[in-house]
């Protein structure tokens, strides 16, 4: 069973392993190629600790299996998401990212590059609409 838990302290080391094994994945999605744990959770502390962030941990039953975060704007609300290797293309970040539109207030937005079909096919089964899109990127809104 999916669900999320706010991210704190105690999720860091889960985090920092996942994003370590992940790490090829994540460079293609535009992450900077960590090098090493210590690496990760010095840059992921100081992200963490800014006001506009919010973080969850995606969880299948009580495996780290992702995360999902919400950035903050005076006018809507941003949403990123990724999932461990070994848990994509089971519908749980359609889940995760339905479970976290339901939890917000503003507008929810989202973007993905054109690479990334699995992303693309997240958003929209999870309810946004394309409203922008270039040479390198598509945005969605979520449909309300």
């Known amino acids: 069973m999916i669900h999320l ?5 105690d ?14 994945h994540l ?4 992450w900077i190629e960590y090098g090493n744990q210590i690496v990760v959770k010095s840059v992921f ?20 299996v992702g995360m999902i975060e919400t950035k903050d704007s005076e006018d ?5 998401y990724w999932i461990d290797k070994d848990h994509r293309n089971k519908g749980i970040a359609t889940q995760a ?7 917000v207030s503003k507008p929810v ?13 997240v958003l929209e089964k999870a309810g946004f609409v394309k ?7 598509i945005w969605y809104r979520f449909a309300t």
């Open 5 to 9: 838990q706010l991210f704190n302290q």
């Open 11 to 24: 999720h860091l080391q889960e985090f920092c392993d996942s994003v370590i094994i992940n790490r090829g």
């Open 27 to 30: 460079s293609e999605l535009g």
């Open 45 to 64: 502390t100081d992200i963490i600790d800014s006001p506009e962030y919010i973080f969850y941990v995606i969880r299948d039953d009580d495996k780290f």
């Open 76 to 80: 809507s609300v941003k949403l990123g």
């Open 97 to 103: 990212v339905k479970m976290l539109t339901g939890l």
């Open 109 to 121: 937005i989202a973007d993905t590059t054109l690479t990334n079909p699995a992303s693309i096919r």
């Open 131 to 137: 409203y922008r899109e270039d040479k390198v990127a």
